[in-house]
């Protein structure tokens, strides 16, 4: 009976629970929307640094990481290949070497990570082919080609099929110094990381890195750095934690462990979906308190009347409870059946910033947002619609059951 009266109740005056509900969709939508979207933009980050800069997996010699100089090289490299190769998860690997040096042109020199790589292998690790916006992405074909960022570029003033110089040190300590051609030009997005790397291949950059007494190492034996990409990522920390076992010299880490604001960002996803939700149930509280005081306040007379011929005030506390119960359950599908319709398409589409490229380049993100969404999130707003109308509610239902039945039927 109370249920009955609670339902009939919220429509007496139809506007007014048509806008509750309709506010309480929109707010739904947009808790929704707020946090796809910045879910999308967390894993933009998270997904461009992933792909262009630390790969999934990266494996190096201890001492490399701490030095970070050219001697310390991966010790035994075709059997550490080998071994990641084999190890079962791992969907591609990249050996590459790295030298930190000195990129110039007639028109200026940049400080810059030099890293040689394999072309075919590196493509299957990184998103660099992809990125590689004009010429092509290096070949086996030609003597000393490089690849530079489009931002490099125009610092150094050079561009396809200009010469450029890269100095650095040997592993036994000299000055190198090489001429290179630019054969491609490549634009990831992230702005610092293109200012300061450039990619060469492997064989060119081994036979200058090897000194006379290494000479040996020289082409595909010299490498500091595997990177590895696997096929899920929810087993990351298993693979990594099997090669570390396998390959117990070397130091075994984790996208995370390299990049710890990654870790960071990727944690804070679930919170954000809490705060967009908190602030916007708290907006809803107040316009519910409004609307169903208003409604206590217009049925003085009533409520006073069904207290006297004998409905005790728990049972009108819980009829006010009810109708604000009420009000957010018929809202809450259509909340979130518009929020669930907008992630789906802007997930697919997504959605253009091409109007603050620059400023989201500059934090590794792309101008390209799709939206994003943990399926669990669709029933933590639930609940939170849920809970924000039983609170809302509350003061309501204490008003009405406050009403003494004499003074309440005598009300105009």
Do not use: C
Request: proline fraction near 3%; aromatic fraction near 8%; hydrophobic fraction near 50%.
């Amino acid at each position: 009976m109370i249920l009955i009266m609670a339902w009939r109740n919220i429509w007496r005056s139809t506007t007014r629970s048509l806008v509750v509900i309709g506010a309480i969709a929109v707010g739904i939508w947009a808790a929704l929307s707020l946090t796809g979207f910045a879910t999308g933009m967390v894993k933009s980050y998270v997904n461009n640094a992933v792909k262009n800069i630390v790969s999934h997996i990266q494996v190096h010699q201890p001492e490399f990481l701490d030095e970070n100089e050219v001697k310390f090289n991966i010790p035994d490299v075709a059997e550490v290949e080998q071994a990641i190769r084999s190890e079962e998860g791992v969907k591609s690997v990249s050996l590459r070497s790295i030298a930190n040096g000195m990129i110039s042109s007639s028109k200026g020199a940049r400080g810059v990570v030099i890293k040689g790589v394999v072309p075919e292998d590196e493509a299957r690790v990184s998103a660099l082919e992809e990125n590689t916006v004009e010429g092509e992405f290096l070949s086996e074909e030609g003597r000393n080609p490089i690849l530079i960022s489009e931002e490099l570029g125009r610092k150094l003033n050079v561009g396809l099929r200009s010469k450029v110089v890269l100095n650095f040190q040997d592993r036994g300590g000299s000055i190198t110094a090489a001429a290179f051609r630019v054969v491609g030009i490549f634009d990831t997005g992230n702005k610092p990381f293109d200012q300061s790397h450039v990619f060469v291949r492997r064989s060119d950059l081994n036979g200058l890195l090897a000194s006379p007494a290494d000479s040996a190492l020289a082409g595909g034996a010299l490498a500091h750095e595997a990177a590895i990409m696997v096929n899920d990522i929810r087993n990351v920390d298993t693979i990594a934690f099997s090669l570390g076992a396998e390959l117990p010299n070397l130091k075994v880490q984790t996208y995370r462990e390299i990049s710890p604001d990654l870790e960071l960002y990727e944690g804070q996803i679930k919170n954000i979906s809490l705060i967009y939700l908190t602030v916007i149930m708290l907006a809803l509280v107040f316009g519910i308190i409004n609307t169903m005081l208003m409604a206590v306040l217009e049925r003085i007379k009533e409520l006073g009347m069904l207290m006297a011929i004998g409905m005790n005030k728990l049972r009108v506390f819980f009829m006010i409870v009810l109708e604000s119960v009420m009000l957010g359950l018929v809202a809450m599908p259509v909340g979130l059946l518009l929020g669930y319709i907008t992630i789906e398409y802007v997930g697919k589409n997504g959605i253009d910033m091409s109007m603050y490229a620059k400023g989201l380049e500059s934090f590794g993100m792309s101008s390209i947002i799709y939206f994003e969404l943990d399926p669990g999130v669709y029933g933590q707003v639930a609940i939170g619609v849920f809970l924000t109308a039983v609170l809302a509610s509350i003061y309501p239902a204490l008003k009405a059951i406050r009403l003494r039945p004499v003074e309440a039927l005598r009300t105009l």
